[in-house]
């Protein structure tokens, strides 16, 4: 047997004449870039977020840049963000003209450790993301109370995390602003590149919608100098259908991990992933943390499983961060989930079968190590 580490066309097969008529539309109604199909799923997207506004951007890193550009980030602020996340996060506040300062992660949530937000800060700090890393919120109330206490803005990095809950409320809804992707690997995709930011502050909802068109108040009268961030007709189409998937198939991942802890408690070797007690986790990723990773890659996927690592690198040690200077050790917790993590096949359609098979082939290459 074969397991993919994701299977984008078993996840596309049964909507497929759905997708086809909602692009027709799109088509007939000339309505590529931005336009009604846009506006139609940013409204379904905040009602699913709980929040008053959406926009749809071009990608996940545009919704991120816009947001900070939104609350005034720029030349020589600090903003204060995780070393384990995708790239974008920090490319965002360099974008700015920023510089991004790291603070390490939970060693349990391997979100922003809270406890050590406050010593990072300076008289240049103006805002913090916290990443949603793998599907699961960061602990927000402590973070949020530090950016009250000390006048800072906070924007959620959730392009993991569509669906996830913090304390019952939607991952994106609980600070200044929420970022989302849609790349086609996460819980909700695009067929191709789309994003989102969700927001409660109509002020900064108006400031992010004309960044993201240029500038403009209004056809050709530009404001501020903006960009070109503005999402797809076709990609909306597209979403609106997925996003009434979303939920069913968040559930589909939760069981998965619940499937993958259950069958792996007994495993010593290997650290599983914790839900924290506030957290409803979506698992976009389901990560493993195992010592010999290199080796354990190497054989699982000799035996018909694909797994990734994400990430395999923490940001501070970066090439394109060489000239922040940090060396390794500057961020323990982080580096050391760089070498081990190693995440197993999670997505919907996922069978009991090809999970069980991934279990199967873990267990044999733990008793192989053995012997
Ligand atoms: C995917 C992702 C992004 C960037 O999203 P794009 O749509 O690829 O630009 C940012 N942050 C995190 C944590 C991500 O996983």
């Known amino acids: 047997m074969q397991v993919p580490f994701l299977d ?41 977020s709980g929040t008053r506004f ?22 020589g602020d600090e903003v204060i963000s995780a070393p384990m996340t995708f790239m974008a996060t920090a490319e965002a ?3 700015c003209g920023a510089t991004p300062v790291f603070v390490d992660i939970d060693p349990q949530t391997y979100a922003l450790n809270p406890a ?13 993301i916290p990443v ?8 927000m109330d402590p973070i949020l109370e530090i950016a009250r206490r000390r006048g800072l803005r906070v924007v959620e990095d959730a392009c993991q995390a569509h669906g996830a809950e913090y304390k019952g409320r939607p991952a994106g809804s609980l600070a200044d602003a929420g970022c989302f992707s849609f790349y086609p690997g996460k819980n909700l995709g695009a067929f191709g590149e789309a994003g989102a930011i969700v ?13 993201r068109d240029h500038g403009q108040s209004k056809k050709y009268h530009h404001a501020v100098v903006g960009w070109n961030g503005r999402m797809d007709g076709i990609q909306a ?22 499937f993958y802890n259950a069958q792996l408690a007994d495993v010593k070797e290997m650290v599983k992933p914790v839900a924290a007690s506030y957290a409803k986790h979506v698992y976009h990723v389901y990560a493993l943390r195992v ?25 501070h040690l970066q090439e394109a961060y060489r000239l922040l200077g940090f060396q390794a050790g500057s961020f323990p917790v982080a580096e050391r989930c760089a070498q081990e993590f190693v995440s197993l096949p999670m997505f919907p359609e996922l069978t009991v079968d090809q999970r069980a098979f991934v279990v199967q082939e873990i267990r044999a290459f733990l008793r192989a190590e053995k012997s």
């Open 8 to 48: 984008l066309k078993a996840h596309h097969q049964p909507l497929k004449q759905e997708f086809l008529e909602a692009i027709e539309q799109v088509i007939d109604a000339n309505a590529f870039a931005g336009g009604p199909v846009v506006a139609q799923f940013e409204e379904e997207f905040a009602a699913y």
């Open 54 to 75: 959406a926009l749809g951007v071009g990608n996940g890193t545009d919704a991120l840049w816009f947001a900070l550009l939104a609350l005034g980030v720029g030349p």
């Open 93 to 95: 506040i360099s974008y």
């Open 116 to 128: 050590l937000v406050e010593q990072a800060i300076t008289a240049k700090t103006k805002a913090i």
């Open 132 to 139: 949603h890393l793998f599907g699961q919120t960061a602990d």
């Open 199 to 211: 927001t409660n502050d109509p002020a900064l909802r108006d400031r992010m919608q004309m960044l």
């Open 237 to 258: 189409a597209v979403l609106r259908i997925k996003l009434k998937h979303l939920n069913k198939n968040n559930d589909l991942r939760r069981d998965h991990a619940n």
């Open 291 to 315: 010592a010999n990773r290199d080796r354990f890659m190497a054989e699982i996927s000799r035996r018909g499983v694909s797994c990734g690592i994400h990430y395999p690198i923490p940001v």
